[in-house]
């Protein structure tokens, strides 16, 4: 098989290196992914954004199967455009691809299909939002309807607070169309957890449970982030639990989608709070988690693209998808500044010393390779992953790993793991 993966960050550098290890892919192209990927495959510069761009590649260099990583090109409708094409693609169609691109769509389908989620009211009239939210009062939570490189999403606790946010959003429009309408919903509280698994369609074939660190800081302070670290399995959503909980916040998506004429094929990601009535889905997403892609593949003990195929082919009976007993985890290193402004082109040291530590593997996220050096071109740079027997010890070796990388201005949290080991 020749696969083109599309997306450029630490879980595309996971998938590339996980597919990269399937008997059957026998070349790997990434579009337009990082230093990493380059190391396992051939980059080339078409970005995920640009549909036309990447149907054409996958049509010259006559690719087997596409992998998305992002949403973005999903929400632009890639696997409808492939589909046209004839090529099979792993992930949504434009409209399943709303569970994610639209958060009033997302709410709509959660209520129809009795998933437990935030009650909420849509408004796409500023003066009736704010109408609501005085009514209401705080803590309320504020969130742009479109796709908003996860910042469109304000915990607000006060009424003010509150009318900020929809004034930047719906006013100001600081996420462009994606603030032509919000979700306002009650504020959970309580431990989040996130739950991914594969679907062909119908069938289902669940992932272990997983936990984020969104916030830049230790103890969860300061502003969210695209994620600082994960692991697996978070023990908030133990083993035991899996099928009930994929009953409660999976399946019924699924079978929505299905009943609905767009069949769910790909990774379907529920992003849930563990409160006192049990979870409760916050947004799902329509692809991998990033960073919690890289523990979860680190811990996938099944050919990856025999499965995405069989999710592509409808057909996800005939694969198993087992997953290595151990913990996993990831720790991303940054660069000081981000989530703001932050430097670039720092150069990178260590990383082949610290895989030489057993079972790490180092994920490039905003990452170059030139002239054989590896230079940093984003916020998040890498993603040192561990695997070990508990999380005590994947931690321990995590860390041990990133002590062995050097670069300036590096930044990275010192906790990714402390909820879990408390429970
Ligand atoms: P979302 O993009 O909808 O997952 O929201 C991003 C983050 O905002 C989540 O990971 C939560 O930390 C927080 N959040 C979203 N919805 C709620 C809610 N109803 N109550 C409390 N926190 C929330
Ligand atoms: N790590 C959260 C996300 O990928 O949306």
């Known amino acids: 098989m020749k696969v083109l ?13 996980k597919l990269g290890q399937s008997n059957s892919v026998k070349e790997l192209i990434i579009a337009p992914g990082n230093g990493g990927t380059a190391q396992e495959g051939e980059n080339v510069p078409v970005q995920a954004g640009d549909i036309p761009g990447l149907v054409a590649l996958a049509k010259e260099r006559q690719v087997d199967m596409v992998v998305v990583g992002p949403e973005e090109p999903l929400v632009l409708g890639l696997a409808n455009s492939l589909a046209n094409e004839g090529v099979p693609c792993f992930g949504p169609d434009a409209y399943a691809a709303n569970l994610e691109g639209s958060k009033a769509f997302s709410k709509t389908l959660m209520a129809e299909a009795g998933v437990p989620t935030a009650p909420f009211a849509v408004f796409d009239q500023f ?84 936990q984020d660190h969104k916030a830049i800081f230790e103890n969860d302070e300061g502003p969210n982030t695209g994620g600082m ?67 979860l593949l680190m811990r996938l003990d099944a050919d990856l693209a025999e499965v995405m195929l069989a999710c592509i082919e409808g057909r996800l009976d005939t694969v198993e998808v087992k997953n290595r007993p151990e913990t996993s985890i990831c720790v991303v290193m940054a660069a000081k500044g981000y989530p703001g402004a932050y430097p670039k082109g720092m150069e990178i040291h260590g990383v082949a010393d610290a895989e030489k530590l057993d079972g790490v593997k180092v994920f ?11 230079y940093s071109t984003g916020g998040r740079i890498l993603g040192v992953t561990a695997l070990g027997a508990d999380l005590a010890a994947a931690r321990d070796k995590a860390y041990e790993a990133v002590e062995r990388i050097h670069f300036e201005n590096n930044f990275y949290r010192k906790d990714i793991g402390a909820k879990g080991l408390g429970r």
């Not at 993966?5 to 996971?14: K, Y």
């Not at 490039?364 to 590896?374: E, I, M, N, R, W």
């Open 229 to 295: 670290g994960a692991y697996s399995p978070a023990p908030v959503l133990p083993a035991a639990d899996y099928e009930r909980t994929s009953k409660l916040t999976i399946a019924p998506v699924i079978r929505q989608m299905d009943k609905s004429g767009h069949p769910y094929k790909g990774i379907l990601y529920a992003g849930l709070m563990y409160t006192q009535q049990g979870p409760q889905v916050l947004e799902y997403n329509v692809r991998f988690g990033d960073p919690e892609c890289q523990p």
């Open 127 to 210: 003066e009736q939002a704010a109408g609501f939210v005085e009514q209401q009062g705080a803590p309320l939570v504020v969130k742009a309807d479109g796709l908003a490189a996860g910042k469109g999403v304000v915990v607000a606790q006060t009424v003010d607070e509150a009318l900020k946010a929809l004034e930047s959003i719906m006013l100001d429009r600081t996420f462009g169309s994606a603030g032509e309408s919000v979700v306002i919903e009650a504020a959970l509280q309580g431990e989040e957890a996130s739950f991914l698994a594969f679907s062909d369609g119908r069938r289902i074939a669940l992932l272990p449970s997983s």
């Open 364 to 374: 490039h996220a905003g990452t170059a390779l030139q002239d054989g050096k590896v």
């Open 5 to 17: 993966i599309v997306g450029s960050g630490g879980r595309e550098h996971a998938l590339a290196w």
